[in-house]
Structure formats: structure tokens, C-alpha cells
């Protein structure tokens, strides 16, 4: 493991109506994270299937890329704006 991994920024959570979620698009930068979460809403916006929400979340690169590509239910994951350090 190497620093990076722990870096905290922030990751677009895209919650499904059927309770999941997905986690991605890890960054450091705010602006780019907007960026990302506009255009993620776009590509959704227009498609027969919706997320019940996509917005940012807090989090640090290793529970971005460790997270599970499909479907996750874990109440653990990122979920709040606030960063999860103490």
C-alpha cells in the first residue's frame, strides 16, 4: 500500500431503488468530482433505468477502489459529505 491510497477526497454514490449503491469516480479535487457527479446525472437523466439519487460522498481512494463493482449493500460504505476521520 502506498500513501496515495489513503488520500481522502471525494466519490460519486449512486443509490438504486432496490437498496444498492455503487461507488466510484474517486478524486481529490472538489471541482472535478462536480464535474463528474453533473455528468453522471446527464448520462442517467435520459434512460429508461434511474438511480434514486447519485451525489458526492466523502471518502478515501482505498475504499473507492476496494469497493464492489455491482450492487452493494454494505452499510459501512461512504454515505455522508463529511470526511470519516476523527
Do not use: K
Request: aromatic share 12%; hydrophobic share 35%.
Amino acid at each position: 500500500m502506498t500513501s496515495d491510497e489513503f488520500a481522502w477526497g471525494y466519490a460519486i454514490r449512486r443509490q438504486w431503488p432496490n437498496g444498492a449503491h455503487d461507488l466510484f469516480g474517486f478524486t481529490p479535487d472538489a471541482a472535478t468530482a462536480r464535474r463528474r457527479l453533473d455528468r453522471d446525472r446527464r448520462y442517467w437523466r435520459r434512460g429508461p433505468v434511474r438511480p434514486a439519487a447519485a451525489y458526492l460522498v466523502a471518502a478515501n481512494a482505498a475504499d473507492v477502489s476496494r469497493h464492489p463493482v455491482d450492487g452493494c449493500r454494505r452499510s459501512c460504505c461512504p454515505d455522508s459529505t463529511d470526511r470519516g476521520q476523527w
